[in-house]
């Protein structure tokens, strides 16, 4: 019986992340494709949250920042087990995060993570995939999503990444 009724109470007291990406490809000022879809928290993604919460002696709070949103070109359906981005774009043109890129909406219970590949940094790479990196190197989350208009001189594409706790 008591067994039952912690199994009640965990279902209850749950807590579970979902993520949305809306990506978006501009050029001279004017919208031409949009796209939303969901991401994956990864395993490794998973232990950083606890390892947050856990504050053991040997961990580091500093290596569990989201530093990087890394673009790729790899469309292979998301795993809870993948270890990075399958088929990421030049490292010289990975996402710095920063404090300004990365806020918290505690009224919505939501982290949003934005970021842009700016116009002029594209050599015709046709995105298909991304990744939130920690500062560790390990990948917190991963998504794929239909191919984007090539990443040319003329066009910049914006992600906004919104991590949000739900009720399950």
Same mark, same amino acid.
């Given at each position: 019986?008591?067994?039952?009724?912690?199994?009640?109470?965990? /279902?209850?007291? /749950?807590?579970? #992340?979902? +993520?949305?990406?809306?990506?978006? %490809?501009?050029?001279?000022? #004017?919208? =031409?494709?949009?796209?939303?879809?969901?991401? &994956?928290?990864? $395993?490794?993604?998973?232990?950083? @949250? @606890? =390892?947050? @919460?856990?504050?053991?002696? +040997?961990?580091? $709070? /500093?290596?569990? &920042?989201?530093?990087?949103? %890394?673009? +790729?070109?790899?469309?292979?359906?998301?795993? %809870?087990?993948?270890?990075g981005v399958l088929a990421p774009i030049a490292t010289a043109k990975h996402i710095t995060l920063n404090d300004a890129s990365v806020t918290l909406n505690e009224a919505a219970q939501e982290l949003v993570i934005t970021g842009t590949l700016p116009s002029g940094g594209g050599s015709g790479e046709v995105l298909t995939e991304a990744g939130l990196v920690l500062a560790n190197e390990q990948l917190f989350a991963r998504m794929v999503h239909a191919a984007t208009l090539p990443w040319t001189g003329t066009r910049s594409v914006a992600y906004t990444w919104r991590v949000r706790a739900i009720n399950p």
């Amino acid at each position: 019986m008591a067994r039952r009724a912690y199994a009640s109470q965990v /279902s209850q007291d /749950s807590i579970a #992340f979902r +993520g949305a990406v809306s990506i978006q %490809v501009w050029e001279a000022g #004017f919208l =031409l494709q949009e796209q939303t879809v969901t991401n &994956k928290i990864t $395993l490794r993604g998973r232990t950083a @949250l @606890l =390892l947050l @919460l856990a504050q053991a002696g +040997g961990t580091s $709070l /500093s290596n569990y &920042k989201l530093t990087k949103l %890394v673009p +790729g070109t790899n469309n292979t359906p998301v795993s %809870v087990q993948d270890q990075g981005v399958l088929a990421p774009i030049a490292t010289a043109k990975h996402i710095t995060l920063n404090d300004a890129s990365v806020t918290l909406n505690e009224a919505a219970q939501e982290l949003v993570i934005t970021g842009t590949l700016p116009s002029g940094g594209g050599s015709g790479e046709v995105l298909t995939e991304a990744g939130l990196v920690l500062a560790n190197e390990q990948l917190f989350a991963r998504m794929v999503h239909a191919a984007t208009l090539p990443w040319t001189g003329t066009r910049s594409v914006a992600y906004t990444w919104r991590v949000r706790a739900i009720n399950p």
